[in-house]
């Protein structure tokens, strides 16, 4: 068996997302992530949903690893999105390489 370092897990990706509208211009995001978790030193700490034009929406930080819960799906309500704002990019993020794994664009349901 190989061990594993923390270096070597990779980039956080999304790997599926799903949004549903709560009430009128506000959602909620089920967001699944695929990173190889190997403890404190090196996870996936937080998934971000933004416009097109970058500007952070919304954050839901992840506050342990997922060492034996791979990938994993959590959810963010209560997401107020700007009218006119059609589709948004949903990006994870973790403790080594913080951005630049698979991201996902999204488009959002009107009901």
Known sequence: MMAVSG???GEADVIAAKAAL???GTYRFDVTIA?????WEHYA???EVLDMDGKVLGTRTLLHPH???QPFTRSLLG???PKGVQKVTIRAHDSVHEYGGREIVLTLPLK
Do not use: L, Y
């Open 7 to 9: 270096a070597s897990a």
């Open 22 to 24: 709560q009430q009128e």
């Open 35 to 39: 990173h190889a978790d190997t403890g």
């Open 45 to 47: 700490d937080a998934f």
């Open 67 to 69: 060492v034996d819960e």
């Open 79 to 81: 997401v107020v999105i």
